[in-house]
């Protein structure tokens, strides 16, 4: 069964990190370039980062540029998001998306169900 997972979400204070991760089954991860995104309450769903199938293509948006790290090991079909400095405006839920396409919303193949981060103040 082809499946994304994303865990690691949850609360934290403003200023604390958390570390994403998304596993990936039924597929083989390094012919996908991976996506994550996020969707704030009342907000469109929007992408933070882009890497590329090998990893050596790494883009962030940003809003989240020097502050969040995007990685992947595609021998443990794991791709991850370390997140720093968080703000309560990065209070979403977070997905990540393979695609053998673009990286962008709509051109995104497989997507998990996400997970929930919660940054107080």
């Known amino acids: 069964q082809l499946q994304l997972v994303e865990s690691g979400g949850g609360l934290v204070h403003s200023g604390g990190s958390l570390r994403l991760s998304c596993a990936a089954s039924?597929?083989?991860?390094?012919?996908?370039?991976i996506g994550w995104f996020r969707q704030a309450p009342g907000k469109e769903r929007e992408v933070i980062s882009c890497?590329?199938?090998?990893?050596?293509?790494?883009t962030h948006t940003n809003s989240v540029k020097g502050g969040f790290t995007t990685s992947r090991d595609n021998a443990k079909s794991m791709v991850f998001l370390q997140m720093n400095s968080l703000k309560p405006e990065d209070t979403a839920v977070y997905y990540c998306?393979?695609?053998?396409?673009?990286?962008?919303?709509?051109?995104?193949?497989?997507w998990g169900r996400g997970t929930l981060v919660t940054v107080s103040s």
């Open positions: 039924g597929f083989t991860l390094s012919n996908y370039t």
């Open positions: 890497i590329s199938s090998s990893g050596d293509i790494i």
């Open positions: 998306a393979a695609s053998q396409r673009r990286c962008n919303r709509d051109d995104m193949d497989y």
